[in-house]
């Protein structure tokens, strides 16, 4: 059984064991964990005799035991692999005492190193360990996964092979979970673009000696685009010391992830969780050559709004000076963290993948627009490439990669790329959830092309950053109106709060409410009848039919804001009506015809304002202390292109054709 993808579906199916015993959204709770264990098992055979010698020679001496053990392990290429267990059991000896394997099973994972301990902790595997052994399945699932035909040694599964084990029986997992897109895992062939998108040259020189380079994500999940970094580059310059750093919320996949990074000899220290990046940066002080992540989508950022809002309120001090998004996605804080992280005086670039929502979400003035504004006017952004639908195993819904960086080439400065590859996909042969499209290699290569080539075609779009920047200006128009006082508008006083208060009663006592109820609604009849004593002609002067309604009103002691209230409910708009002016003689503005246009940035508000609006509402006028500078990116608008309606005469012969065919099989029916 060397497929490894044979061995995915024979731990897939490991996961009957557990039915009845456990519901089938926490199968991967068991099964993980002893994914891991067993691999941790595998790998340690070699060095197993050495260790356990090493052990009891030293185990009472004086000293750092997890110093001592941790320089002994290695593989049989001579590596060390920073971490052990000290125990005489593995799987193959946990089964020769079945009466004991529960105890002898925490005997062995309490013998593990510290940093393989904190692995199983974050699974709670001894939890699950004692509710197998109480439910007499323990013994069975351990000789399950020491059968031959699960043989994870190094030697049979390597560790990209196992990374794609894990990864697999995640998305599954996940999958009949209904766990959210992307929320722990991106496909290979997304992240494999990505990745080459964060390192196209640029000039950066990857190719020099002796080079260290920082990499980090923020949401790792399983670490897959943290190593799919670190395999590039080693295959560009194999002298670079490449260190990957991340975080992750989750604690079984930060486990997984930790694990991963354990068994490919990395320094699993610097994946950091299990805890929201967002409220608990755990690498508060680090700064990255490059950094990607795959941030979920469209969640909310509620259990991080104190420690977030915190943040904030220290402006370009903190990480989130920008602006905060609206509280249901949190992908731009994702963003806005990932900048915080770049390098002062050296190139840093990020890749990150969102869906459409962060690109042109929030109006000018709202915490997405401005954290656009200040990415943009900061000349973060290179490019935003736009990738086909159905990529991703729980989701349909488009995406798009973000190129970021604090260092643009020449050509680029003050210049945004984007790139229409929605085409750039072939159809898979077997659908896995919702992916039924990936991204071939060609596919990458051709994106590659088009992005490097930095000239317009039909899915190229090149840009001046202030293209995407506009100015939201409020335009009002004169308030007219006409004023009678007939039924039809004297019923409108009911929606006045004061008026409609006055026949309610909030006290307890029955007879007492009663009488001020009827107290209340004789007022409301007094004001009604003073009213109707007023001319019921139409009046077009709001100074000459406030007069009157004052003299009508003039014994109630009326306020004001009330009698203002009242002269609005009874009129209506009027373009042959006087305007309504202040005591200034300024012209008051109609609410019910204020309305807002966007001008782009490169052009004159003036200018616009006298072509686009005057022309038509000569009247009309800007409140230019209302002005607001909003950034937003409407990709698809860029590449749209029209399509001609179907003649008339095609779509009557296809109505023709199926009601014929409807006829048929009425027929037939009728027949029968």
Same mark, same amino acid.
């Given at each position: 059984m060397s497929n490894f993808q044979e061995k995915i579906t024979f731990i897939w199916d490991l996961a009957d064991l557990l039915r009845g015993f456990y519901k089938r959204n926490e199968y991967q709770k068991v099964i993980l964990p002893f994914t891991v264990l067993k691999r941790f098992d595998s790998v340690l055979e070699h060095s197993k005799k050495d260790v356990l010698e090493a052990y009891n020679n030293n185990k009472d001496s004086v000293g750092n035991i997890d110093y001592v053990l941790k320089g002994i392990p290695e593989d049989k290429n001579g590596n060390k692999l920073g971490f052990y267990n000290y125990s005489e059991y593995d799987f193959k000896s946990l089964l020769a005492d079945p009466e004991h394997v529960e105890e002898?099973?925490?005997?062995?994972?309490?013998? &593990?190193?510290?940093?393989?301990q904190d692995i199983f902790e974050n699974f709670y595997i001894k939890n699950h360990i004692q509710k197998l052994a109480k439910a007499d399945l323990l013994f069975l699932l351990i000789k399950k996964f020491s059968e031959s035909k699960l043989d994870l040694h190094p030697d049979v599964v390597s560790n990209h092979e196992m990374g794609t084990i894990f990864e697999e029986l995640i998305r599954k997992f996940a999958e009949q979970s209904n766990e959210e897109a992307g929320e722990h895992f991106t496909p290979r062939d997304v992240v494999e673009l990505m990745t080459k998108l964060i390192f196209i040259e640029n000039g950066v020189h990857l190719m020099d000696k002796n080079l260290i380079k920082k990499i980090y994500d923020p949401a790792c999940g399983t670490g897959g685009m943290l190593t799919s970094c670190k395999d590039f580059i080693t295959q560009l310059n194999d002298s670079m010391d490449v260190v990957l750093y991340g975080q992750e919320v989750n604690e079984e996949i930060y486990a997984i992830c930790k694990a991963d990074m354990l068994m490919k000899g990395e320094n699993s220290e610097n994946i950091k969780g299990p805890s929201s990046t967002l409220s608990d940066d755990q690498l508060p002080n680090d700064r990255f050559d490059y950094m990607i992540s795959n941030p979920p989508y469209g969640r909310k950022w509620e259990q991080d709004q104190e420690e977030v809002k915190k943040?904030? =309120?220290?402006?370009? =001090?903190?990480? &989130?000076?920008?602006?905060?998004?609206?509280?249901?996605?949190?992908?731009?804080? &994702?963003?806005?963290?990932?900048?915080?992280?770049?390098?002062?005086?050296?190139?840093?670039?990020?890749?990150?993948?969102?869906?459409?929502?962060?690109?042109?979400?929030?109006?000018?003035?709202?915490?997405?627009?401005?954290?656009?504004?200040?990415?943009?006017?900061?000349?973060?952004l290179e490019a935003v490439i736009g990738l086909p639908d159905q990529l991703f195993y729980n989701t349909g819904i488009r995406t798009y990669i973000w190129v970021l960086t604090?260092?643009?080439?020449?050509?680029?400065?003050?210049?945004?790329?984007?790139?229409?590859?929605?085409?750039?996909?072939?159809?898979?042969?077997?659908?896995?959830?919702?992916?039924?499209?990936?991204?071939?290699?060609?596919?990458?290569?051709?994106?590659?092309?088009?992005?490097?080539?930095? =000239?317009?075609?039909?899915?190229?779009?090149? &840009?001046?950053?202030?293209?995407?920047?506009?100015?939201?200006?409020?335009?009002?128009?004169?308030?007219?109106?006409?004023?009678q006082v007939s039924d039809e508008r004297l019923e409108n006083l009911y929606f006045i709060n004061t008026f409609s208060k006055f026949s309610v009663s909030k006290n307890k006592n029955l007879e007492e409410k009663l009488k001020e109820e009827n107290e209340g609604k004789a007022k409301q009849e007094k004001i009604l009848n003073f009213l109707r004593k007023i001319d019921s002609k139409l009046?077009?002067?709001?100074? =000459?039919?406030?007069?009157?309604?004052?003299?009508?009103?003039?014994?109630?002691?009326?306020?004001?804001?009330?009698?203002?209230?009242?002269?609005?409910?009874?009129?209506?708009?009027?373009?042959?009506?006087?305007y309504v002016v202040d005591n200034r003689k300024n012209k008051k503005p109609d609410p019910k015809l204020r309305d807002t246009e966007k001008i782009p940035l490169k052009k004159d508000v003036d200018e616009y304002f006298e072509e686009e609006v005057l022309k038509y509402y000569s009247d009309s006028w800007m409140d230019r202390k209302k002005d607001k500078i909003g950034y937003e990116i409407n990709f698809t608008q860029y590449f749209y292109k029209y399509e001609p309606p179907r003649p008339l005469e095609e779509i009557e012969a296809d109505i023709k054709a199926i009601t014929t065919e409807i006829q048929e099989l009425i027929k037939e029916d009728l027949d029968d």
């Amino acid at each position: 059984m060397s497929n490894f993808q044979e061995k995915i579906t024979f731990i897939w199916d490991l996961a009957d064991l557990l039915r009845g015993f456990y519901k089938r959204n926490e199968y991967q709770k068991v099964i993980l964990p002893f994914t891991v264990l067993k691999r941790f098992d595998s790998v340690l055979e070699h060095s197993k005799k050495d260790v356990l010698e090493a052990y009891n020679n030293n185990k009472d001496s004086v000293g750092n035991i997890d110093y001592v053990l941790k320089g002994i392990p290695e593989d049989k290429n001579g590596n060390k692999l920073g971490f052990y267990n000290y125990s005489e059991y593995d799987f193959k000896s946990l089964l020769a005492d079945p009466e004991h394997v529960e105890e002898n099973l925490m005997h062995y994972i309490d013998s &593990f190193s510290p940093n393989i301990q904190d692995i199983f902790e974050n699974f709670y595997i001894k939890n699950h360990i004692q509710k197998l052994a109480k439910a007499d399945l323990l013994f069975l699932l351990i000789k399950k996964f020491s059968e031959s035909k699960l043989d994870l040694h190094p030697d049979v599964v390597s560790n990209h092979e196992m990374g794609t084990i894990f990864e697999e029986l995640i998305r599954k997992f996940a999958e009949q979970s209904n766990e959210e897109a992307g929320e722990h895992f991106t496909p290979r062939d997304v992240v494999e673009l990505m990745t080459k998108l964060i390192f196209i040259e640029n000039g950066v020189h990857l190719m020099d000696k002796n080079l260290i380079k920082k990499i980090y994500d923020p949401a790792c999940g399983t670490g897959g685009m943290l190593t799919s970094c670190k395999d590039f580059i080693t295959q560009l310059n194999d002298s670079m010391d490449v260190v990957l750093y991340g975080q992750e919320v989750n604690e079984e996949i930060y486990a997984i992830c930790k694990a991963d990074m354990l068994m490919k000899g990395e320094n699993s220290e610097n994946i950091k969780g299990p805890s929201s990046t967002l409220s608990d940066d755990q690498l508060p002080n680090d700064r990255f050559d490059y950094m990607i992540s795959n941030p979920p989508y469209g969640r909310k950022w509620e259990q991080d709004q104190e420690e977030v809002k915190k943040e904030a =309120e220290k402006g370009f =001090e903190g990480k &989130f000076g920008a602006g905060l998004p609206r509280i249901n996605d949190g992908q731009l804080l &994702f963003l806005e963290h990932m900048l915080s992280k770049m390098k002062k005086d050296e190139k840093s670039r990020i890749a990150v993948i969102t869906n459409g929502s962060p690109l042109f979400t929030g109006d000018a003035g709202s915490g997405e627009s401005n954290i656009r504004k200040w990415i943009i006017e900061n000349d973060y952004l290179e490019a935003v490439i736009g990738l086909p639908d159905q990529l991703f195993y729980n989701t349909g819904i488009r995406t798009y990669i973000w190129v970021l960086t604090n260092k643009k080439p020449a050509k680029r400065v003050g210049k945004i790329q984007l790139i229409d590859a929605s085409s750039k996909y072939k159809k898979m042969r077997k659908n896995l959830g919702n992916k039924r499209h990936e991204v071939s290699k060609e596919d990458i290569t051709e994106i590659l092309e088009k992005y490097d080539h930095f =000239e317009e075609t039909d899915d190229i779009k090149i &840009f001046d950053n202030n293209d995407f920047g506009y100015t939201k200006i409020v335009v009002d128009r004169p308030l007219q109106l006409n004023y009678q006082v007939s039924d039809e508008r004297l019923e409108n006083l009911y929606f006045i709060n004061t008026f409609s208060k006055f026949s309610v009663s909030k006290n307890k006592n029955l007879e007492e409410k009663l009488k001020e109820e009827n107290e209340g609604k004789a007022k409301q009849e007094k004001i009604l009848n003073f009213l109707r004593k007023i001319d019921s002609k139409l009046f077009k002067n709001w100074d =000459e039919f406030e007069s009157h309604v004052q003299n009508a009103l003039d014994s109630m002691d009326i306020k004001p804001a009330f009698l203002k209230q009242i002269i609005i409910a009874l009129s209506k708009h009027d373009d042959t009506a006087d305007y309504v002016v202040d005591n200034r003689k300024n012209k008051k503005p109609d609410p019910k015809l204020r309305d807002t246009e966007k001008i782009p940035l490169k052009k004159d508000v003036d200018e616009y304002f006298e072509e686009e609006v005057l022309k038509y509402y000569s009247d009309s006028w800007m409140d230019r202390k209302k002005d607001k500078i909003g950034y937003e990116i409407n990709f698809t608008q860029y590449f749209y292109k029209y399509e001609p309606p179907r003649p008339l005469e095609e779509i009557e012969a296809d109505i023709k054709a199926i009601t014929t065919e409807i006829q048929e099989l009425i027929k037939e029916d009728l027949d029968d």
